[in-house]
């Protein structure tokens, strides 16, 4: 079952700013992982952060981790027309199943 | 870094036929594979967790005749969409860890189409 909410489903901004998209989830994880999907192909890995880190860089990617109010974000800055994808968030739960649990994910796109 | 070789990715198929979709770990060894699917526009609905030398996990609603998965190696998982319908049609995603608790690796799916 898919636990993660994402918000906005989609978004649409100029190139240069700055995109942010929200993952809500329900149930206690080990960590939260959000990955990239260009249509048609499979999914790319873009950061993991664990359930005891409040938040993470890489690059352009920036992560919060807020398990209080189990919700995540994801802030892309200088955003680039090669950034138009879909994004989502995974969940990996406590269960110890090892499976990934995807939100509804937010289409991204950068206008030129 | 780790790669996922999922083949083929496009096929068109009559209903009533079965399609077999492989996922290879290239490597590295998957004890366990994750089979998706994906309707457009939509996200990814884990159907079954494979396992190596043993029976795949079938999640709720998947019907586990229908979605036949084998696991015979460290770096091959298949899935068999038996006796297709059009309603089967769909893009098929594999994926697997290199490590525990780690990120997935995806294929780059399979898109189904059953005529």
């Known amino acids: 079952s898919q636990q993660g909410e994402e918000d906005p489903q989609a978004l649409s901004i100029q190139e240069g700013e700055n995109a942010t998209m929200n993952c809500s989830y329900k149930?206690?994880?080990?960590?939260l992982q959000w990955y990239r999907q260009n249509s048609g192909r499979g999914l790319v890995h873009l950061i993991l952060i664990r359930s005891n880190e409040r938040e993470k860089h890489s690059g352009r990617l920036r992560v919060t981790l807020d398990t209080s109010k189990k919700s995540s974000s994801l802030l892309i800055t200088a955003s680039r027309a090669a950034d138009t994808a879909s994004y989502f968030c995974a969940t990996d739960e406590e269960t110890g199943a090892q499976k990934l649990v995807f939100g509804q994910g937010t289409r991204l796109t950068i206008n030129p | 870094g780790a790669v996922v070789s999922q083949h083929p990715s496009r096929v068109i198929c009559k209903s009533g036929t079965s399609v077999k979709i492989e996922c290879r770990s290239l490597d590295f060894q998957a004890t366990t594979m994750f089979w998706y699917r994906q309707f457009p526009k939509q996200s990814l609905m884990l159907m079954a967790t494979?396992?190596?030398?043993?029976?795949?996990?079938?999640e709720q609603g998947v019907e586990k005749d229908k979605f036949l998965i084998n696991h015979a190696s460290l770096t091959l998982s298949t899935l068999t969409v038996t006796s297709a319908h059009p309603e089967d049609s769909s893009f098929y995603i594999c994926?697997?860890?290199?490590?525990?608790?780690?990120?997935?690796?995806f294929g780059n799916g399979t898109r189904l189409t059953v005529t």
């Open positions: 994926s697997a860890r290199d490590q525990l608790m780690g990120p997935l690796h």
């Open positions: 494979s396992n190596e030398g043993s029976k795949a996990t079938y």
């Open positions: 149930t206690s994880i080990n960590n």
